[in-house]
């Protein structure tokens, strides 16, 4: 499970880059790509009950949105895809795992 991102390191930060913040520290390997388990990894973290479905959903349109479809997530498709959302566990609440 990935930990939070500490309000510390987003205090002051613009939406885009604490998107970036954000995409570095789920990149749990550094390969400028986020795999599937890494992002696994932080769903369950944020919420423990999301199906297996729900998060591989999640995932399959993060991927689509960029268009490739690779199985990957690269930075821009993550940016793309976080951008269009409302609310993102990164927003300024404190830690990520707090609630909007």
Not at 22 to 27: I, K, Q, R, S
Not at 35 to 52: D, I, Q, T, W, Y
């Amino acid at each position: 499970m990935i930990s939070p991102l500490p309000y510390h390191r987003t205090r002051g930060k613009s939406r885009l880059e604490m998107l970036h913040l954000a995409f570095d520290h789920l990149d749990l390997d550094g390969s400028g790509d986020l795999a599937r388990h890494e992002v696994v990894g932080f769903c369950r973290g944020m919420n423990p009950e999301a199906s297996e479905e729900e998060v591989r959903e999640m995932f399959r349109a993060m991927d689509e949105e960029g268009g490739d479809d690779d199985g990957r997530i690269d930075r821009e498709e993550y940016i793309q895809a976080r951008s269009i959302v409302h609310w993102s566990p990164y927003d300024r609440v404190g830690v990520v795992n707090a609630d909007p």
